[in-house]
């Protein structure tokens, strides 16, 4: 081991604890994600926190809190506490949950005494980290995450201890490959939890809004299912379980309803309002227009514009919950 590493050995009546700090090399900075140290401490019911001294840089107590340079990744895989940074401000936490130190921010966390904590992290940084934490959800006024329990993410972050304690060939290598492995687990985690923790109702009236806030433009149903976090086949059929209509006629409504106000509010020609609703032939749109109100574009714009007219009847596809 290096002189400059920092170690807490795990002896034979002692295995509540294990960590390594070691200097970071050049060839580890140019693969563009490293990791600068990695443990886990298991925190007892009413036991001081934390219970070992850390090196310079890294020790902090509640009182004063500290700032590091690099991200880190904190799961809790029992007990709960609190966590605090600048952005976020003081949130609770709990089993299944991972909380993210961003770089260069002020920070402070601690197990609740009445229970305690188990504690897993992982230190890192470099070029390529970066740019994968800059994606969502990662953001540091929204530090902590819901993973759960997966056993895989648990068994990367040992993974990655193992690599330190033994530094095989590449380990360096080895170790930045973990990251970028934890931080996929860390999403896919995150994604399966929003899935499985949100009820039907919530689904389909996100869904609803979404469809609603693009006022009727085309938009790709399964970038919609994206930003649901379901695949578009799973997204269809609890969309249409729930209302009764497939997305696409939910859509389609949507369009007919926006333009029927473009034809009522505004001069446009119906051409440019097919093209401003994402279809692709003025003809299918007039088409589509007159069977779902009973009047084309021209006739509807005309009896909305005549004072003594009446609202057009709607035809046999109108009807659609909103």
């Not at 590091?68 to 609190?82: A, K, N, P």
């Not at 530094?167 to 973990?178: C, D, I, K, N, S």
């Not at 985690?189 to 499985?196: I, K, P, W």
């Not at 029927?260 to 401003?276: M, Q």
Request: hydrophobic residues 35%; glycine residues 8%; proline residues 9%.
């Amino acid at each position: 081991m290096p002189r400059d590493a920092a170690c807490r050995p795990l002896s034979a009546r002692d295995k509540r604890s294990w960590f390594r700090y070691r200097p970071v090399s050049p060839s580890a900075r140019a693969w563009g994600v490293y990791v600068a140290d990695a443990g886990y401490t298991l925190i007892p019911p009413g036991s001081p926190y934390p219970p070992y001294r850390h090196p310079a840089g890294h020790h902090f107590t509640w009182a004063e809190g500290r700032i590091l340079s690099s991200f880190q990744f904190v799961y809790l895989s029992r007990g709960e506490g609190e966590f605090e940074t600048g952005p976020s401000g003081l949130q609770r936490v709990r089993a299944g949950d991972l909380f993210i130190v961003f770089p260069d921010i002020w920070h402070r966390y601690r197990p609740d005494p009445r229970t305690g904590w188990d504690e897993y992290w992982l230190e890192f940084d470099g070029d390529y980290a970066r740019r994968l934490m800059a994606r969502k959800p990662f953001a540091p006024d929204r530090p902590v995450l819901r993973v759960g329990h997966p056993e895989s993410l648990t068994r990367l972050f040992l993974e990655a201890m193992e690599t330190l304690r033994h530094e095989p060939p590449e380990h360096e290598a080895l170790l930045g490959a973990l990251v970028v492995q934890v931080i996929a687990q860390t999403l896919s985690a995150v994604r399966r939890q929003r899935r499985e923790g949100r009820s039907e109702e919530e689904i389909v009236r996100e869904a609803k809004a979404l469809l609603a806030d693009a006022g009727g433009r085309a938009v790709p149903l399964a970038g919609i299912a994206a930003q649901l976090n379901l695949g578009y086949t799973t997204f269809r059929r609890r969309f249409k379980g729930a209302t009764g209509f497939s997305p696409r006629q939910f859509a389609l409504h949507v369009a007919i309803q926006r333009a029927e106000d473009l034809l009522a509010r505004t001069s446009l020609p119906v051409g440019r309002i097919a093209e401003e609703l994402g279809f692709d032939s003025i003809y299918y749109f007039s088409r589509l227009f007159k069977r779902k109100t009973g009047r084309s574009p021209a006739a509807y714009r005309s009896l909305r514009r005549n004072p003594a007219g009446r609202r057009s009847k709607p035809g046999p596809g109108a009807t659609f919950p909103v």
